[in-house]
């Protein structure tokens, strides 16, 4: 590619630095889960930006005054670009009338026809507050529906953070939190029908992610026919459906990403992207479900809190007039065909998987370590571009021309500099 | 009491019924858990109005154009008075410049501080969305510290929805579940010392409420010195101390409920007050818990968003200011002396229980299916004043003396409909 550019300015993270030690001495590390500095993207703390000052569209100004292009669209939420105007000015009009109030507002029921009218497979809409309420929910579902008590996850999943759905070993995780569960290889229809017979009559539900899109690993796309073959099984067995589209809603496409893929689930979980950033989940369900549903005992404070519908509603419709899905996948790739064009130029091996809209990278010619990609993602970040080493990233619709090509600039010159950092590493070979 | 007043309107509630019947063809049961006509409250849906057109300070306006003084305050989160308009400028404020964003907004450091200079017990600070993210969390704490399985809980307690803390029987819970669980009564320290002698190195922690405010039931506070009590036998015997403030938090003492009570507690769970209405919750906990909490994976979409923490910033300065927590506390004691005075006028015996900022109702000379306190809530309801049957009620900033009036003079019309209904009934004798 031929890019002429002048060489990008190092940002000054000092102000951040500052802040996080404050933030040492009154939250447990700092910054948590995966928006803090090590979480799956091997950040070094010393070098990057950690905290916002303001944000706009497809960027975030740091406290220390940094423009950054956001790949990461706070790991999901951003979809239409950030402050979305109509979105915003939707949430400030309910935010006027009411949000948490003991009789809840009638945008309600109108969020929830929204929502059956745009998700394929969606007879009903359940609302709550975080991804991991909608996954959980649809797991007791399943349990209620079925009397059974066995689950099949896909490994590499990552389906929130109540106990049943991490692992042995993990810190505060005890056996029988666990001990439901069986697992299979993505991909692997056949290994899930061998459990359904060996288990025959004991599995609730089958919860996946659309596709495998697990950190520190290649994504993967379900293979022809894999959907359609966990579909059939399902069927056959008795065995609850269910989509965990929490990161993957809405990137795919907007009527679910089971219809994208040829099918129709049973429980659909989406949170993120559904209302730009608002804080809201749905479990989407089928007809069939509803009475078991409506026996469960489950709710939450803030559940049916009003300002959120209002943005998922402007979310909603204006992803659809401006069809977003398509447009953030047209965007993503050709971002990442430049970059890996630009990898190849500097002797990289740039591997881009996954949907467009929520690519991965990896680099194929890396040390063992994976030091080169990191340092590479380093090198971009402090030119300001916001990428991680080794989870998805997510593209948002004010993400502009100018943006990708001032992205690729960064890229190359971060190739740059990494190559010249290992002048013995593989790469070279 | 002396009482003048013209006779009170029924409410027409006929919007609420159109649209309550069609949010059943797409949301499961209609309006669900706590905030659904059927739960606790026994609510007769006929007769109910259910959806709000806006609200403000101690009103909701229902979509029938209703006027009601709303004692169940959002079930909690109304604290100072809906649309608070220093809660709401400053979250306006915060709104513009980022919510929910990849980096975090250093305000998220200022509400951690905020919060470790408010709560007695508290060396941190950790935000999530839902009273039942933190409780969970507290229990995987408690597991990860001490690397013991089993919790005590306290019967008829409610710690949320996650399936360790439902019952077997429950819908769509297993064994597994809740089979590490240990009960023990209300005031009964003696028997949580029987379990930890029983149980010895196997009990990770002790989660209660500061009293108890079940429903269905007159609550309960602590007995002298059952805190320090149970505080005692935690440092024993190694357990984790617990509390679940969620619901009482701020409404007993702005520095926690284990302060007002006398006791440190280990960790403690807020949700609901904490930013009059903005969806936050927050764990606090001893410094001696603050690695064990690090290793715990925990983490959530929206739990970092930075507009609730603009609100709570400015919940906690302006209750501070206001003493908010203390005046609430007075005019639920206000308002129920007076109940009690208009009941016996009345020839009704009304017992009020819990602490006076969410106080708990209950007829002791009540037929034995409850029906004349359900009649009689039902009564007031029609007339403009929120109550449920049994399920404990709120006071926020807002609620002022002519509310207060309002309130009695409607109590008074509805106990004289509800005697006229019940001739025979015990409570005449």
């Known amino acids: 590619m031929n890019l ?20 040492l001495n009154c939250i447990p590390a700092g910054i948590y889960g995966h928006l803090g500095p090590s979480e799956g993207c091997m950040v070094p703390v010393s070098s990057y930006p950690l905290y ?7 960027y975030i100004w740091d406290i220390d005054g940094n423009r950054i292009i956001d790949y990461m669209c706070g790991y999901g939420p951003n979809y239409l670009g950030y402050n979305d105007p109509d979105v915003d000015a939707a949430a400030a009009a309910q935010r006027k009338k009411g949000d948490c109030t003991t009789l809840i ?87 899930f029908e061998a459990l359904c017979k060996q288990y025959d009559g004991q599995i609730a539900g089958f919860i996946s992610q659309p596709y495998q899109h697990g950190n520190f690993c290649d994504n993967e796309l379900p293979a022809p026919g894999y959907w359609q073959k966990i579909r059939e099984i399902c069927d056959k067995y008795g065995v609850v459906l269910i ?10 496409d907007i009527k679910g990403s089971d219809y994208h893929y040829g099918i129709k689930s049973d429980l659909s979980c989406f949170c993120k992207a559904i209302a730009n950033g608002y804080n809201v989940s749905v479990l989407c369900g089928n ?14 404070s803030y559940w049916l809190s009003a300002v959120p519908f209002a943005a998922g509603i402007a979310t909603l419709r204006k992803a659809k007039a401006l069809n977003a899905t398509e447009e953030n996948a047209k965007k993503g790739k050709k971002l990442t065909d430049g970059l890996k064009e ?23 010619n890396d040390l063992p370590s994976r030091v080169i990609h990191q340092d590479w993602v380093c090198e971009c970040v402090k030119r300001g571009v916001f990428f991680t080493s080794h989870h998805n990233h997510f593209i948002n619709y004010a993400l502009s021309d ?25 790469f070279i070979k």
């Open 342 to 364: 630009i990898a190849k130029d500097n002797g990289f091996d740039l591997r881009v998987t996954g949907e467009p809209g929520m690519f991965y990278l990896r680099l194929a």
């Open 4 to 23: 002429v550019y002048e060489p990008k300015k190092i940002i000054d993270v000092s102000k951040s630095q500052a802040t996080f030690k404050r933030a």
């Open 287 to 300: 007809k069939k479900l509803l009475n078991a549903t409506s026996d469960v005992a489950y709710t939450g």
């Open 52 to 58: 916002m000052d303001h944000a706009q569209g497809a």
């Open 105 to 191: 507002s009638d945008i309600t029921v109108e969020f929830a026809e929204e929502v059956c009218s745009t998700i394929n497979m969606a007879d009903w809409a359940f609302f709550a507050k975080n991804g991991n309420d909608v996954t959980q929910f649809a797991m007791m579902i399943a349990r209620a529906y079925t009397g059974r008590k066995k689950m099949v996850l896909t490994k590499g999943w990552y389906h929130g953070v109540s106990p049943w759905t991490q692992k042995l070993g993990y810190s505060g995780i005890v056996e029988e939190d666990v001990c439901n569960n069986l697992y299979i290889e993505w991909n692997h229809p056949e290994q």
């Open 243 to 252: 989509i965990d589209d929490v990161r993957a809603g809405f990137r795919i």
């Open 402 to 426: 100018e943006d990708i090509q001032y992205t690729w600039e960064v890229a190359d010159e971060a190739y740059k500099v990494v190559r010249e950092r290992y002048p013995q590493a593989e």
